[in-house]
């Protein structure tokens, strides 16, 4: 059964682009997710926010597509901004990866896990 998931583009005050998640992130639906944030990465991107506070779940499809986000981020030297909700925080959890300020992921540990090495 695929479950929905809604996914919002938008640019706050401070020019950040915010793609706001509600619902659930699986196999299923992950490619809106990822389209949204492809999309996103254009030229003059600015910190890019995921408010993921909405989800109600996600699986390993989804945090597949947070490390890639992450890296992709990381070598076009824009700040990735995650607001998680608790089931997203468990995920991330569980994997080892902790946010540091502002939402920001830990780079070391999503860097390893984005390029296959081990913690």
Do not use: W, Y
């Amino acid at each position: 059964m695929r479950h929905p998931l809604l996914v919002e583009v938008s640019q706050d005050s401070e020019g950040a682009t915010v793609i706001t998640c509600g619902g659930e992130i699986d196999f299923h639906n992950v490619g809106d997710l990822n389209e949204a944030i492809n999309r996103s990465m254009t030229t003059d991107l600015k910190p890019l926010r995921l408010d993921l506070s909405g989800v109600g779940f996600m699986e390993s499809s989804g945090l597949a597509c947070l490390l890639e986000a992450s890296a992709t981020c990381r070598r076009r030297g824009v700040v990735l901004q995650l607001v998680p909700s608790q089931a997203v925080s468990r995920i991330l959890d569980l994997v080892g990866i902790t946010l540091g300020a502002g939402g920001t992921m830990e780079p070391a540990a999503a860097g390893q896990l984005a390029e296959g090495g081990s913690g």
